[in-house]
């Protein structure tokens, strides 16, 4: 282990110990590779020094390399030990370093090229080779990132386009949804940080600053003659169909089918993602979250498929029950996704008839 100045770091050394920022929260976790975007995120929190893993350390690991098909393996050991990952990852990283300076320089009013510009590159950076392990899994992996605008836009960005990819959209109104995530959340870039970094719950003082991102990124966006889905994504994405939300009051049959999408995946992605307050959460209580809230807040054919191609993409994945138990993912049940059919050992078990247990993580 060596303690390295951040001036010396390079892309590719991995973190050895986890750093802080100096008010104590969690900035990059022991083991993450550098990339530009942390060496970025360490300038920004005036962080001098870390520590870093030498040679020797890695020869101690001798990790072998899991075939992302190996069911010895987790499902996160089988991704994020697989070459598709890395190259995923600092795509994504490239990624989220340009989407800060964009969303910078058109909040200061100077903008390098138009949003749909700006948005097709770099959305197209991210494009992995054919056979790629897929997107969905890729993404999912990289919840250890604690950003609350540029990473979330990207991811938001991400999610956007598979769910317009699984409702049957063309290849432009996918590249639209997309669009719509990388800029949904520009108006935060006006609310103080103090606000928008607060790793406990806001005051209801702050709660109301808060709420007004998204008319702030509505009026910066349509400053740059934004498309139209765009303006109403980064305006509506709070609200939801049963009348609820911010920030102000509308007509909920009046939300644009794209802010529809947004809402849904800005949601998920926010629920799942790692924060320096808690860890990630498993994506069935999220599922599950979204069934206690009922469909009536959602678009119907948007959030049932959204939710089965999640749910879909854990089958054959090993999880933790809430009992203790370890069990593996055989099908799920379309009345309650949140509750598939798992084999524990000999026992088969189905959750929807067993409400005392439940799917605690995925492993």
Known sequence: MLLKRCGE??????????????AGLLLINSGEEVTADSIEKLKNNSVSFVFIKAKKDFEKEEKPVVSYSDERYSYYER?????DYKLFRGKFSSGVVKLRGALNRIVDGNPEADLETTAMKIMGDLIM?????????LLS????????CFVHSLNVAMLAGLLAQWIG????????AQECGLYHDIGKLTIPSEIVTKPSKYTDEEFEVMKNHPIAGYEILKEM????HVLNSALQHHQKLDGSGYPRPFDPKRIDPYARIIMLVDIYDAITSARAYRGMVCPFKVIKMFED???QKYDAGMYTVFLEHIADNFIGTRVMLSDGREAKVLMTNKAYLSRPMVVSGSEF?????????YIDEVI
């Open 225 to 228: 003659k934004a498309n139209p």
């Open 9 to 22: 770091l390079q892309p590719g050394m991995v973190i050895a110990k986890d750093v802080h920022t100096k």
């Open 293 to 295: 809230d009922g469909i």
């Open 169 to 176: 959209c063309s290849p432009k109104e996918i590249a639209i």
């Open 141 to 148: 992996n990289l919840r250890r990132f604690d950003d609350v």
């Open 349 to 357: 078990i189905d959750l929807s008839k067993r409400k005392d247990l």
């Open 79 to 83: 991704v994020q030990q697989s070459p």
């Open 129 to 137: 080779p054919e056979g790629s392990i897929p997107t969905f899994d």
